[in-house]
Every structure is written in C-alpha cells, then in structure tokens.
C-alpha cells in the first residue's frame, strides 16, 4: 500500500514533468479529421474475420441485438458517453480494485458497444503491461503487440487490427514488460497516447489498465486519461478493497463503477 500512496504521489506530478519534457520533443499531431463513419474501409489496419459463435464462447457480446447482455451493455455505454460528451472528453481508463473482477472484458464489450453507436469509432488498448490479455479474447495465435511498440520500434500498423466489427480497431498487448509503471510514463508511450485521443474528433479511445491494488501501473497513467470507471466484482471485492481504490482515484475523475458478475442480472438474462 505504501508503494501504491508514493504511485499517487508521483503522478499528481507526472503530468507537469512530462508537459515540460515534450517542450523538447517533436510536437504531436493535433488533427482534427472528422471520419466518416458510414463509410471505413480498412487499408492500412489488417482485418480478421472471426465468427459470432467463436466470440460468444469468449463471453464477446457481438451478434444477437435482442441478448439482454447486450442491453446491459447499452445502458452502461449510455452513461458513458453523456458524462464523456458533457466535459468534451474522450479517453477512459478502465481497472479493478483486484484480479478476477472482469475489467478486460467489460471494456472489450463496451467498446464494442460504443462502436455500433454509429456517431463513434472506438480504439481498444491494451495497457495491461504486465498481463495484457486482450488479444486472447480474439484470436489463438500470438500478434505483435503494444510492447513491440515500445520496446522493439514496431509500427502501429504492423499491430493494430480490427476484428471484423464495424468502427473499432484494436491496439493488443503481447509480452509482459517488467518495467512497466515507467513505460506508461516514458515520452514515447505519452506521444502514442496523445495521438490516439487528438487523430479524429468522434473517436473514444478505452485503455484496459491493471488492478489499482496489485501494482502501481494505473496512478503512473493516470495523468494522460480524461476519465477512469471501476469495476468490481459481487462477491469477490473486499469493502476495503473498494474503499481502498476509491481513495486512490478520489483525485481523478471517476465516471461510474461497474458490479460485474451479478447474480441478480444473471438469474434475469440466463447468463453469468
């Protein structure tokens, strides 16, 4: 816990040190493309094709509309994008207080919802460093990832995919990165983040982060979203865990927190 109070320590300092770093870097694009988003066509990010029945053994919410998962999912994706559109934001982090609470696929499927919005496209990241999951959900084989990125020089469009659904692409992760509290703070990883969120007007970017309680990954971040959402877990979060992560994040701003795993949803809908 103390490491974790020197992580909040330290980021609420991060943002200033990293502004006055940039003063002597190469200055990020600031577009302000609109995307047509009727009309994509994806040239330059690799398209996989993967069945509905494939992505629905993987709990992945993508074929029936009439599912009441997915209506679920419409409600949660509505309430974020009012609190997103009304303090013009477009950037969320999502995390747990703890492994097991569900977070990745809670912002694989919100993603997915926000991108059938048709106002929006959605970029998915994998900033998990230590355990990025993401990929797996879609795909067996092993894709380069974000840390290709970071550590190797890869390009974005040598990673990025997009897995057969309209208006979202998907930054995965690939192997772990020890270091990686620094990473997400290095100028590097700061520049990529700030052209994802400034590339086009009507994109939401949502970064899969790590459990605010295992590492101090999430804080170290923190300076570079707009916004953070918090899921938990019925049954398996701890109230002190929860009061915990709440005063970690009581400076930043939080938009809602997400009970995953209810047993009374599932008893509703037939699914858990």
């Known amino acids: 816990m103390e490491k974790l109070k020197k992580a909040l320590d330290r980021a609420r300092d991060q943002k200033n040190t990293t502004l006055k770093d940039a003063r002597h870097t190469k200055p990020v694009s600031q577009s302000s493309d609109y995307l047509d988003l009727t009309q994509i066509n994806y040239t330059h990010t690799k398209s996989i094709t993967i069945p509905n029945e494939i992505l629905r053994e993987k709990r992945i919410l993508s074929g029936n509309t009439n599912d009441p998962i997915i209506d679920q999912y419409k409600v949660l994706r509505t309430h974020v994008l009012q609190r997103l559109k009304s303090n013009k934001w477009n950037s969320l982090a ?10 990745t696929l809670t912002a694989i499927n919100l993603a997915i ?58 930054l995965p992760g690939n192997k772990p990165i020890e270091n990686s509290s620094e990473m997400l703070s290095s100028p590097k990883v700061v520049r ?26 999430m804080m170290a971040f923190s300076p570079y979203v707009d916004a953070v959402m918090l899921v938990v877990s019925e049954g398996g979060t701890q109230k002190k865990e929860l009061a915990r992560s709440y005063e970690l994040l009581e400076r930043l701003n939080v938009i809602g927190t997400v009970l995953n795993k209810s047993k009374i949803a599932s008893l509703r809908s037939g699914y858990y």
């Not at 970029?123 to 959900?137: E, G, K, T």
Request: charged fraction near 30%; glycine fraction near 4%; charge should be negative.
């Open 192 to 217: 990529l983040v700030n052209e994802l969120k400034n590339r086009y007007q009507n994109r939401i970017v949502i970064f899969d982060m790590p459990p605010l309680l295992s590492c101090d990954d």
């Open 113 to 170: 919802s926000i991108a059938r919005e048709v106002n929006h496209s959605v970029i998915l990241v994998d900033m998990d460093l230590r355990r990025p999951s993401i990929q797996r959900y879609f795909i067996d084989e092993q894709l380069p990832g974000i840390s290709d990125y970071i550590t190797e020089d890869k390009e974005l469009s040598e990673i990025l995919f997009n897995p057969g659904l309209d208006r979202i692409v998907i």
């Open 94 to 103: 999502i995390t747990s207080p703890d492994e097991g609470c569900g977070k």
